[in-house]
């Protein structure tokens, strides 16, 4: 997909350069089509690392997408320059009035504190009401996925005895669904998380449906029975380093931490990981974006909110 993203956003040389379509601004000004509006609201503290992971997965489907970057305005980040965010981002009152094809919310190194105890916490109950009535889809990731599951259904989060990091086996649960077209029988992608939800907690909620597990690291992903909010307890879009980076990071901190599971060749970290959950990203990515944005958001996006309201 050419994703429409601002020419001076620094994602763009970096997709340019892996031979990935991106339609700068003034190249979709010249086209007389209705593009998909999605909204990211990024809570990564190295921004620019999740921007270009998300955007490198948001890439290879032949429709034009509006990307938006959203900011929390109760929390300034520490790691990422001012500049790069007063020039990309936006925050939730410039947005509220405006209707969304898609946003995805993603992760947030805060695990460890209760949901009430982060600082943004309000104002991210505050959007995740908002996307009911003007977002057609929303996609949560990791802490983002727990945060969605309390907020929405009342679902705990729990803490594990350590942090679970590493790639892990998974198997689809829900085989017929679009989101797994083309995926082989068994799916890697990694984890990296202090925290957890539980099969039983979400077999206890109807309204939701299990999409597939892992036996070492559990849930994958969890999704709403109405296709409008989708929870994914991994991080597919992760490169093939960041769990090395978060690993050397943690041991740099003195923090001992357990070297990620069947990341590294023999668990040596000194030789290089091999990647193994690639494909299997992108095409869920691909295929949320596809079945279950485009092929069923209305035309007309002021319709959104109406579907809200059923």
């Not at 983002?144 to 998974?170: C, D, I, M, N, W």
Request: glycine share 4%; proline share 6%.
């Amino acid at each position: 997909m050419p994703i429409r993203i601002p020419d001076s956003l620094p994602a763009t040389s970096v997709l340019e350069g892996e031979n990935i379509f991106v339609m700068t601004e003034r190249r979709a000004l010249t086209q007389d089509i209705r593009p998909l509006n999605l909204l990211i609201l990024n809570l990564m503290p190295t921004k620019i690392v999740t921007e270009t992971q998300l955007l490198r997965k948001l890439s290879n489907t032949p429709l034009q997408v509006n990307v938006h970057l959203l900011q929390t305005k109760s929390h300034t980040p520490q790691n990422t320059d001012l500049a790069h965010l007063e020039s990309f981002y936006t925050t939730f009152d410039q947005v509220k009035e405006q209707q969304f094809d898609g946003m995805i919310i993603t992760g947030a190194p805060v695990e460890n504190l209760e949901f009430e105890e982060v600082d943004y916490w309000s104002e991210l109950c505050q959007i995740m009401d908002w996307t009911r009535s003007h977002v057609h889809a929303t996609l949560h990731i990791c802490w983002g996925a727990q945060a969605g599951l309390y907020h929405h259904y009342g679902v705990e989060k729990r803490t594990l005895p350590k942090k679970l990091s590493g790639v892990f086996e998974h198997t689809i649960i829900r085989k017929r669904s679009p989101l797994f077209r083309g995926f082989d029988d068994r799916f890697y992608a990694p984890h990296s998380r202090y925290t957890e939800v539980t099969l039983e907690q979400l077999l206890a909620k109807p309204e939701l449906e299990i999409l597939a597990l892992s036996d070492e690291a559990g849930v994958f992903g969890v999704k709403s029975s109405d296709n409008r909010r989708f929870f994914v307890l991994a991080h597919p879009e992760y490169d093939g380093d960041t769990l090395a980076q978060e690993y050397f990071r943690d041991v740099k901190r003195g923090l001992n931490p357990a070297v990620p599971a069947h990341y590294f060749p023999g668990d040596n970290p000194s030789l290089s990981p091999v990647v193994n959950w690639r494909s299997a990203a992108q095409l869920f990515y691909t295929n949320w974006l596809n079945y279950y944005v485009y092929q069923t958001t209305p035309y007309d996006p002021s319709e959104i909110a109406r579907e809200g309201q059923t």
